[in-house]
Nanobody, 111 residues
């Protein structure tokens, strides 16, 4: 059974940085696209960044130039480096591969 577990969330001041990590179990990791999503209170879950197995990357317009997604297939890990954080980045961040979601990690950015 494939599982993903996020870590690295926390409280940070505006302008600060955080690095989220996602550990995936299962042999399908290297074959799958991976994504980071977020859901703020009262809002729908949205895609933040995605990376294919070949390394093609897509970002939401709101995070372009500030966030960087990367993956390490050998370690079954995917990362989200978040710089220049804004209060509007506050949300629960989820790691996902097709059909599998983590439980999320809270990111709170204070103004």
């Amino acid at each position: 059974q494939v599982q993903v577990v996020e870590s690295g969330g926390g409280l940070v001041q505006a302008g600060g940085s955080l690095r989220l990590s996602c550990a995936a179990s299962g042999s399908i990791f290297s074959l799958s696209s991976m994504g980071w999503y977020r859901q703020a209170p009262g809002k729908q879950r949205e895609l933040v960044a995605a990376i294919t197995r070949g390394g093609s990357i897509n970002y939401a317009d709101s995070v372009k130039g500030r966030f960087t997604i990367s993956r390490d297939n050998a370690k079954n890990m995917v990362y989200l480096q978040m710089n220049s954080l804004k209060p509007e980045d506050t949300a629960v961040y989820y790691c996902a591969l097709p059909g599998v979601w983590g439980q999320g990690t809270q990111v709170t950015v204070s103004s």
